[in-house]
């Protein structure tokens, strides 16, 4: 199957700070992916849709100016976490849209990114 | 927005086939998707199922559409310790997006 990687795997950074986390699809070209947080033992959340060469749209709830998504290339989503709080530390995943032989439509997850906020 | 329903935890033995149970509400669902968590890992696709079919077979695992009750399910057919792991069931209807369930824990035991 397809491959998504995310870096970091994980980072620990202190409350004001801002962390930046890349999506990449290895093997395929995405012009959407999605970006996802996870609390523990829970499902996971959609935070927002990322459109290459537009702007990302976000789910109800979730702030644009805090949590910055770009979607430079096909292949490349960035998620950046600015002014980190404690309250934001969480799982963050990425996927990738994609589209399977026979017109299926997909998505293909990274994995995850645990960030903990001082 | 669309709900999903699993039961939370599946405890089943070794060799025993498992089943995982999902609920849906969302009539305009195109796609129904099973995926696969380990501790600390991203979400692996194990299988779908479009929703003009009842059913679906690939190797161990069989998914069963009622599209009428807006029921899914997911067999496994002797369950190791590799299965092990969190699964989540997940409904895309045309825009693309996936709703999740919360996640069924399954617990194989020796």
């Known amino acids: 199957g397809a491959v998504v990687s995310q870096h970091p795997s994980w980072v620990i950074c202190k409350s004001g700070t801002s962390v930046k986390i890349e999506c990449r699809s290895l093997?395929?070209?995405?012009?959407?992916m999605f970006w996802y947080r996870q609390f523990p033992k829970q499902s996971l959340m959609l935070m927002a849709t990322s459109n290459e060469g537009s702007k990302a749209t976000y789910e109800q709830g979730v702030e644009k100016d805090k949590f910055l998504i770009n979607h430079a290339s096909l292949t490349l989503s960035t998620l950046t976490v600015t002014s980190a709080h404690p309250e934001d530390s969480s799982f963050y995943i990425c996927s990738a849209r994609a589209v399977l032989a026979g017109g299926t439509d997909t998505q293909y997850f990274g994995p995850g990114t645990r960030l903990t906020v001082l | 927005g669309e709900d999903v329903e699993q039961s939370l935890f599946l405890s089943v033995r070794e060799g025993d086939s498992s089943v995982i149970n999902c609920t849906y509400t969302?009539?305009?669902?195109?796609?129904l998707y099973w995926y696969k968590q380990e501790p600390g890992a991203g979400l692996q696709l194990l299988t779908y199922i479009f929703s003009n079919m009842d059913m679906k077979q690939d190797q161990r695992l069989t998914v069963l559409l009622n599209k009428k009750d807006k029921h899914l399910s997911l067999r496994i057919a002797d369950t190791q310790t590799g299965d092990s792991a969190i699964y989540f069931c997940a409904e895309s209807a045309n825009d693309y997006k996936l709703s999740f369930g919360a996640g069924t824990t399954v617990t194989v035991r020796a």
């Open positions: 969302d009539s305009s669902s195109t796609y």
């Open positions: 093997d395929f070209q995405a012009t959407t």
